[in-house]
């Protein structure tokens, strides 16, 4: 099989899909791997190192595109990419459909069989894809949402962990899933006094067992989220509906609860966002201010740390694009239940329940 590697062009990333490792073990089996010129120098693989373990490189996206019969991505393909797509191509990538009716309608027309890695499950329910970039965006929510409650930056001035003499910073985290658990750490370890509120009871009673005891764990309700807006200094969005649109706990009139200068760190914007004010932002234009309220609404956190990024997410996804080349995605999809969960859509045909709903759409072909 012939596998590309485009390089991202989502602003502001830096990871890439594939690392030296993968290439080395596709060519070995056989197949032909193609990366565009550049794609791994944001994350510190030039085009000398794919060369060294077999990889083509060659010059441009539509190169790799017209070529291949898998495309391996990290992010979802952009406006100028969509019209690339080859009927009956496989794309394996994070899409967050849910989120992006334009997106979701032209990977239909395409014909493509869009994989997503963002609805891959395992065994016990969870979705091993998708994880290790929570792990990364929960610790960086944190530090993004220190660094944007300093002053210069329009924050309130407040230090998480504090000083003698004075209270600690005071963090609610929206969600105590992957993205929750690890914001919750991190704001803790900083010394912050931090709330998680979560629906999931059991989650909560597991939060309750392993965490420090700076972290205090609520279920959430629409009047309890109300209630802490105006406790918190920094918010941290970490809610997900696997698949589907993030639900929306925080309204526009709800930001004059909150205190001038607080910050809301959505890490829910690829899936639309928790909060009605939110839209994307990027890395280079970060944070923008509702109503005092300084928001941070970057949908590829984890493209600030391009290496460890690309390193952790390659880990997860070799093993599956490896089962893919041999045995193609149609195949697969029979065999596995958990790589066909991750099939959004297969030749003009949406197969993805949520993705349908957010978009008045039917599970049909089109």
Known sequence: MIVGVPAEVKP????????????????TRGHQVLVQ???GVGAGFPDAAYDAVGAEIVPSA???????ELIV?????????????????????????ASNRDLTLGCLESNCIAVAYETLTDDHGRLPLLTPMSEIAGKLAVQEGADYLENPHGGRGVLLGGVPGVEPGR??????????????????????????LDIDLDRLRVLGESMPANVRHIYSDPHTVREHLGWADLIVGAVLIPGAKAPRLISRSDLKRMKPGSV???????????????????HSDPVYTVDGVVHYCVGNMPGAVARTATLGLTNATLPWILKIVDH???ELARMDVHFSNAVN??????????????????????
């Open 171 to 196: 963090v609610l985290v929206l969600g105590g899933g992957v993205v929750g658990s690890w914001s919750a750490r991190i704001a803790a370890g900083m010394g912050a006094e931090v709330v998680i």
């Open 62 to 68: 539509e190169d790799v595109w017209a070529r291949a």
């Open 73 to 97: 991505k990290v992010k979802e393909p952009q406006p100028q990419e969509i019209p690339l797509i080859r009927a009956g191509q496989t794309v394996f990538t994070y899409f967050h459909f």
């Open 345 to 366: 859509m297969s030749r003009g045909t949406l197969t993805n329940r949520p993705v349908a709903e957010a978009h008045g759409l039917s599970i049909e072909r089109v």
């Open 37 to 39: 010129s550049g794609a």
């Open 12 to 27: 502001d990333e830096f990871r890439v899909a594939m690392r030296l490792a993968g290439v080395e073990m596709l060519c």
């Open 328 to 330: 193609g995605a149609d």
């Open 264 to 282: 809301i760190v959505d890490v829910a914007i690829d899936q639309g966002g928790c909060v009605e004010t939110a839209r994307m932002t990027t």
